[in-house]
């Protein structure tokens, strides 16, 4: 830090002097450093204590004996006396305002004594234990959760029920920001919504007859107005009071410390203390006092040029006496506060002139006045009393981090950074720190400082006043503002992270006092973390707001962890890797999975619950030792790729091209410039260490080698931070032989801290990314209507119609920019590079640590759910990150190629008891393979290759068939009706071939695959044509029931599609295998055929269903129909000496319907249907001329087939199967000798073993 910087605080009446400037301003003692005084010398002693106690000229005469603490108490005595006549004086002063606990209704539980409360009951009310009769009174309660609160002002006849609370009577008032809503016996709209961490002002005016709120110092204006002015005394008057929902918590201040946000001419309920304003003239003049001392000590030419004005007298035996009297009169006015009972004026002062004084002397913005606070410090620690005054500053300082706003004008300082960097330096020294680890606010204070205030709509509008998004015009000053506005952002929320590291290596490194040696460094920070994961998974059941108050708290510690285990130390002269980014040998201790905390022992394992876990296994004690793996030890030593190989993984070396396409693609996204230079200033906000340092220093260096000790002093380091301190010289890389226990004083290691960021992704990370997802997606859509309805404003003449799509406009407009500013907003605190690089490198990690213990049975059951979700959740969005990630030609080549290795294997592993975690794995395969790049790599995996094909069949049940269907249906894509093979650039040849081959070898496994094809396409085309029946009888369908159309159709054209294939790839199956394949299959043909081409309206199909761009056609399901039909042709044509069905087979089938006349307009409407959007030249010719045979054949069999058919059935109609009507009842059922067709009975046993006519079970089948 420049010395000379210290002149800020000085003011310009010496700034005069220096310039030569002989004019002269005012002769305020208080504005000029040198006053009084005509000549240039040294000032008497007397005349620089006047100064420093801010006292008239020659005020003080020379005393008789020589300056000590007693003459200068006797001064400030003096002073004190001035104060108290100064003091305004309230007609009825309340000493400390408290909750009236006779008025209670429900139950509250006190998180901090004495007001920072949260409803234990459904809805908990209470009313303070002082009313305001006439005036202006306001107090504020700073929200700790934002669901539905009631907060405002009650008289006593006002009653509070279980239902019933402020607001809900004549005479009581609330707000509700989470309704938005003002409540008066009768809801009203008013106000903005609120945010966790946000200050509510509640202000009554007694004189007018009105209530206003405000939030966060902003009026919502007033909310009520003609309040009736009750009598005096006797509690006639109106209370502040406050109605909680169950979980919902909020700290009151009735003015026990100064308000956050003060309105003017409003009092706070509870008085001030008096000694509050001679309390800051102390402490004032001890800053008059440091910087006389630091003018006189400095070295600096600007300070030695500031001497020879000869301004003070030297202070050398003046400063002790001084600053000891000061000390000793700010100390008394606090008095004893262990002995106080409540009434201690404490906390007012600490918490306004003791940390506006502390902030002043450290100043708020860099560069930092480190040694003028170790000065203080060392002043202040001299006294006992200053132990529970700090204590009480580290809470003040936390609760005033968690409240501080994000102000675009204030960055990089702003937000939670000054008082998180006070505390910093505070906590430097070994006695503050074990000052605040000792006291009752540790846990409190350690969250607030975590804790930070997430920006709502409203926020983000003052944050982001312009906003640019690609498909905007061509506007580079919006463009440009934008770019900078996420760049001052982004800046800001990466110096409160180096906060947050800094507080919590502090946390980490730090050993209690007076405890055994064998405690080590870690614990602290270990039970913190579990102490408050099991209270944010406590609360995650209770709000009904859906917002943990806990929520950024995790937010931060994840982070923490997070650049711990990834980047090492961040410091810029550090530039080892972290544990994530170390190739070679792996080690994981399996006593993390067999803890029994309470923290751990309650989360769901891949096998089930621990205790049926311990019920039906027996567990030997080698669960506990500890694993060891190479570094992707499941691929080829020639495609390994390894932080130690030579191929390295995208987290450490992505190519240039993909690093300069990532630039280019991040300008779109955060609105950068269009020049090189802006471009270069848009990346510049990413705090990352240059690749190719990346890609050189993967190696086995242990986390010792990375993270520098600490100096013990603040005032020995720079403003800019701290460095972390080894865990392995904290003994975290001791290898543990038993479990973690609660409050274990075991060594943090760096497994245990993947454990847990793992848990803290689960548990807020992920809904963070997904809702992320919803506003980008949120965004696409929007640009879409938007588009589209400019589109209808230019082409619509009618007036009416214009005025109501620009009213549309306007709200789609509005939509659009609040999507804007939240993609922005993610885009800053979640899309970080570092960050998308550590979760990268995490990913590889926990992928290869599953896959180590799918080996191990008795371990791998005992795994929590959490770790297969969150490496799921996870690759999906670094998948789906913008700007993205990496390219998807090498997102899964170059490091996450196992994370397919796992899908597949264990998708429909039995041992994973959760149905739930089986479908993440499903669906990420089903994702994965839409795409070509990500299919490739299935096609050269070698479990994907083995496995996945009988998997895939086998798990086409009740539960999985969708996500089966879309990846079967993407796998056989290019082999129909209307593809071909060597077009189709992105069909799977090796996985058809894969399929059939299964098919044929399984027997077994293809009839019960084939059976559920059947029931299921069945079923989903009866569903939808009864959505299509009912939205037409409708006429004006809802969303959600076009959607649901939709998606039916979908589905019903991918299984149709799936069964175009079976029949092309394995025609065997329905020629040569049972009959009942083939007249299952033609039913199902005939089935669809009736449902889509006998529409009553046959343009329904072409209306939009969807999305605006996407229409829902005939096309579509007709295809694959017509494939199949010319597939069975095709096969009986080519096969029929080895086939055991002809062609008049077939024919018979198709006629056995008996629905000729439906199946000749079918055949027809399929000849005439225009195919020439998916067909062309000589391959549509040919394929409509095998159907145009199949019909000739069909009508002329038919008519032959008709008129026997009319005959058997006048001669022996008694023997037809009473089922279908249609074969001879030659299938004699055991036990029960009921009769069917062999057909229809083979058709019912595939589901069930019941007789469909009595119910009893069939036991055999005798052909008659």
Known sequence: MAEGKRMNPFSSGLAVLLSGDNSRGT??????????QDDISHHSVERTIEHILD?????????????????????????????????????????????????????????????????????????????????????????????VQQLGWATLSCPFTDHKGVGDADDSYAFDGKRVTKWNKEPKSYGQPWAIGDVIGCCIDLDKGEISFYRNG???????????????GNGYGYYPSVSLSDGERCYLNFGSHPFVYPVEGFNPVQDPPPSRRFAGYL?????????????????????????????????????????????????????????????????????GPLTSFLMEVFRSREPHDLVTLDRVLDLFLQYPKSGMLFQEVFFALSCSGKVAPLVLTECPYTGSYPYLALALQLLRRREMLVLWWQSQDFTVSFEGFLSGKVPNKQDLKELMPTVWWPALFEDSGTRRTMALTVRTLSEAISKIEEMHRQLCSLVIRFTPPGLPLEFFPGSVFRSFMQNLIVRARDMEHRTASGENPFSTVLLSLYTVILHLLSEGSGSPSDEKLG??????????PQTLFFRTDLYFSSLPRIGGSVNQLLKSHKFTGKELSEIEWEEGFMESEDFRVTHSSANKPCCCSPSEDDWAQTSRESLRYVGGATSGASSKAACKVISDRPQSIVAAECSTRGLSDEIEDDKPSSSDASGGGFAYQSLNDLGCGTVMNQTFSEGSSEALREEELLDVMLLLYHMVVAPSFRKAFYYISQQTQSVLLLDDTDKQIREKSCAEQVKRLKEARSVYHEELVDSVRHCSWYRISLFSRWKLRGMYAACMWVVDLLLVLSDLDSVFLCVPEYYVETLVDSFHALRRSEPPFVSSAVFLKQGLSSFVTFCVKHFNDSRILSADVKDLLLQSISVLVQYRDFLVVFENNREAVERMPRSLLSAFDNRSWIPVTNILSRLCKGCGFTSSRSTDSVSSVLFQVLLRETCIHDEELFASFLN?????????????????????????????QQRKCSVIFDISCSLARILEFCVGEIPQAFLSGPDMNLRRLIELVVFILNHIISAADTDFFD???????????????????????????GSVVSDSESSHTSLSDVISVFCSMDCPATLHFGFQYLLNYNWSNILRGDVAAVKLAQLEELSRYFRSMSESVGDAGHIAATEDGDDNCCICYNGESDALFEPCHHRSCFGCISRHLLNSQRCFFCNATVTSITRV
């Not at 008059?288 to 630091?294: G, N, Q, S, V």
């Not at 544990?579 to 994981?588: A, D, I, N, V």
């Not at 059947?1014 to 959600?1040: C, G, P, V, Y």
């Open 27 to 36: 002769n305020s003692q208080k504005s000029h450093l040198i006053s009084y």
């Open 579 to 588: 544990f994530l980014h170390r190739g070679g040998s792996r080690h994981f």
């Open 1103 to 1129: 209306l939009s269903l969807r999305r605006p761009g996407e229409k829902m056609n005939r096309t579509m399901i007709l295809a694959p129909i017509l494939g199949i039909m010319l597939n069975i042709l």
């Open 1012 to 1040: 559920r094809l059947f029931n299921t396409l069945s079923w989903t085309m009866t569903e939808f044509s009864m959505s299509i029946r009912e939205m037409q009888d409708k006429h004006n369908a809802a969303d959600l």
């Open 55 to 147: 006292l008239p000229h020659k005020s003080i005469h020379s005393p008789s004996h020589s300056i000590d603490i007693n003459f200068i108490r006797s001064i400030l005595k003096n002073q004190e006396k001035k104060f108290q006549f100064d003091q305004e004086v309230n007609d009825s002063p309340r000493k400390r305002v408290l909750i009236d606990k006779t008025s209670i209704c429900g139950q509250f539980k006190t998180i901090r004594e004495p007001l920072l409360l949260e409803s234990v009951a459904a809805f908990s009310s209470a009313r303070a234990d002082a009313c305001v009769c006439r005036g202006k009174w306001m107090y504020e309660a700073v929200l700790e959760t934002c669901g």
């Open 218 to 232: 902003l009026s919502l204006g007033v909310a009520f107005d003609g309040v009736r002015v009750l009598g005096q």
């Open 283 to 351: 402490l004032q003049s001890l800053v008059r006092l440091l910087e006389a001392e630091a003018l006189e000590r400095s070295d600096s030419a600007y300070f030695h040029k500031l001497r020879r004005v000869k301004r003070f007298a030297p202070l050398k035996d003046q400063f002790d006496p001084v600053s000891r009297a000061i000390f000793s009169e700010f100390f008394d006015l606090i008095g004893n506060p262990e002995e106080q009972d409540g009434n201690s004026d404490l906390e007012y002062i600490t918490w």
